[in-house]
């Protein structure tokens, strides 16, 4: 049977890193990269690999069903789910803007999980990545904020409810466009972008926690945070550092 891996929120930043490091770790599968659009630069990227486009509206939870309509017959190997929204800031929030945001950031993971339980298998894992966002309030995106502390317990939702491992993970403060986005709504406290991390770094930190080399209880039991020297030394280069963004 087929093995697919699905990177949802695919076109830029980190899904992007992550759908191409998967391509180069598992030559086998096909990895599915979802997106609202693709740049012709990442498709350029994206050429010769094995690696399958599918543009579709994120915004919108009855588009998930295209995605199960391509994976007949096939088993899903990893899900991660990229895909975000930053919304309107509290001022400028409109009914819509909420709800569209909450779909992006929660209601769509939730429901796609559940439609893929027939598709996993005993290697399957589920991603997702978590921000202070979801734990506490950052000034000017409280859409953000909200949206991401329901997904923080969609998570919790799917490790009680799922046969599947369900991991979430801090993948630092990386060079993104989505960082001059959030920088933009901070003036007098951005995040220095000359020291962020590098999307592909990133990349490989999540190719090490969807790994064979991390069990499926272990997967499951932390929040991986990219900055947590205890696990550095079991996927980083010789010599390399990871510095936390202040």
């Known amino acids: 049977m087929k093995k697919w891996s699905l990177v949802i929120g695919a076109s830029r930043g980190i899904g992007k890193a992550a ?31 094995n690696i399958i486009i599918m543009t579709l509206d994120i915004g919108n939870s009855e588009s998930m069903t295209s995605i199960i309509n391509l994976l007949q017959n096939a088993a899903v190997r990893f899900v991660i789910y990229a895909a975000v929204s930053l919304g309107f800031d509290f001022y400028n ?3 819509e803007e909420f709800d569209r945001t909450m779909t992006i950031n ?15 298998f005993e290697d399957s894992k589920i991603l997702f990545f978590v921000s202070k966002g ?22 919790q939702v799917l490790k009680k409810e799922l046969q599947v491992p369900v991991g979430t993970l801090f993948p630092g403060v990386v060079k993104t466009e989505m960082l001059t986005e959030v920088n933009e709504r901070i003036p007098g406290k951005e995040l220095n972008y ?34 947590d020297r205890s696990h550095h030394d079991r996927w980083l280069a010789p010599g390399e550092t990871i510095i936390e963004n202040e």
């Not at 000359?194 to 080399?213: C, G, H, K």
């Not at 991390?214 to 991986?224: D, K």
């Open 19 to 49: 759908a191409l490091q998967l391509a180069k770790s598992y030559p086998n599968d096909k990895i599915l990269a979802v997106a609202r659009n693709f740049s012709e630069a990442t498709l350029s990227e994206f050429s010769g690999l």
């Open 93 to 95: 929030s409109t009914s």
């Open 134 to 155: 979801c734990h506490s309030y950052l000034f000017n995106s409280p859409l953000f904020c909200i949206s991401k502390a329901a997904l923080y317990m969609v998570t």
């Open 194 to 227: 000359d020291t962020s991390l590098e999307p592909e770094v990133a990349a490989r930190f999540i190719d090490f926690v969807l790994s064979a080399q991390v069990s499926a209880n272990e997967f499951s039991a932390v929040e991986w945070s990219i900055y």
């Open 106 to 120: 929660a209601k769509f993971p939730y429901f796609l999980c559940n439609l893929l339980i027939p598709y996993f």
